[in-house]
T-cell receptor, first 111, second 111 residues
Framework: DARVTQTPRHKVTEMGQEVTMRCQPILGHNTVFWYRQTMMQGLELLAYFRNRAPLDDSGMPKDRFSAEMPDATLATLKIQPSEPRDSAVYFC?????????FGEGSWLTVV | GESVGLHLPTLSVQEGDNSIINCAYSNSASDYFIWYKQESGKGPQFIIDIRSNMDKRQGQRVTVLLNKTVKHLSLQIAATQPGDSAVYFCAENMMDDKIIFGKGTRLHILP
């Protein structure tokens, strides 16, 4: 049963610490997305990739967030330094034609 | 200050009745639309999709209608069941596979 795998599932960290979230897309999918979900903003697109190349990261605060795909089986989203306002659920999704499939999310709390 | 949660529109439906969830999309150039279901604590799950050259598509107990003239999308769920209780999101595939989500509607099933 192919699925998107995200780690960690839950993370509590102190303000100022670096946070790295990882995602293993579904094998064969060539597009990978990072979304952030909060009560205030709903599901926001942070960045997405096609064939490991970033296509759009305009939704991401550039000063502290970075997204990469070191290889086809791994996408990372890094926050450095983290702030309390970054507390949210971060979802990775992957797809190959139009439709994308989500992981279970990384629940981040910054205190 | 105190944060205010995002107020999601809520649709309350009697078990066994049909549900209709509506969505307005923003980009007339979007060529593909998707409905997702999100249960508490989980990632969004794909339900059904439709291309812009269609106005109706049916799945198992679900039907999606597309009205491009007014940029409106609807999801109809037949014979609503308790397991249908969730938040439903429409998404549009904009230029270059950029997938943007609407704010969501919470479906509440009455016994």
């Amino acid at each position: 049963d192919a699925r998107v795998t995200q780690t960690p599932r839950h993370k509590v960290t102190e303000m100022g610490q670096e946070v790295t979230m990882r995602c293993q897309p579904i094998l064969g999918h060539n597009t990978v997305f990072w979304y952030r979900q909060t009560m205030m903003q709903g599901l926001e697109l942070l960045a997405y990739f096609r064939n490991r190349a970033p296509l759009d990261d305009s939704g991401m605060p550039k000063d502290r967030f970075s997204a990469e795909m070191p290889d086809a089986t791994l996408a990372t989203l890094k926050i450095q330094p983290s702030e309390p306002r970054d507390s949210a659920v971060y979802f990775c999704a992957s797809g190959s034609r139009n439709t994308i499939y989500f992981g279970e999310g990384s629940w981040l709390t910054v205190v | 200050g105190e944060s205010v949660g995002l107020h999601l529109p809520t649709l309350s439906v009697q078990e066994g009745d049909n549900s209709i969830i509506n969505c307005a999309y923003s980009n007339s150039a979007s060529d593909y639309f998707i409905w997702y279901k999100q249960e508490s604590g989980k990632g969004p799950q794909f339900i059904i999709d439709i291309r812009s050259n269609m106005d109706k598509r049916q799945g198992q107990r679900v039907t999606v209608l597309l009205n491009k003239t007014v940029k409106h999308l609807s999801l109809q769920i037949a014979a609503t069941q308790p397991g249908d209780s969730a938040v439903y999101f429409c998404a549009e595939n904009m230029m270059d596979d950029k997938i943007i989500f609407g704010k969501g509607t919470r479906l509440h099933i009455l016994p």
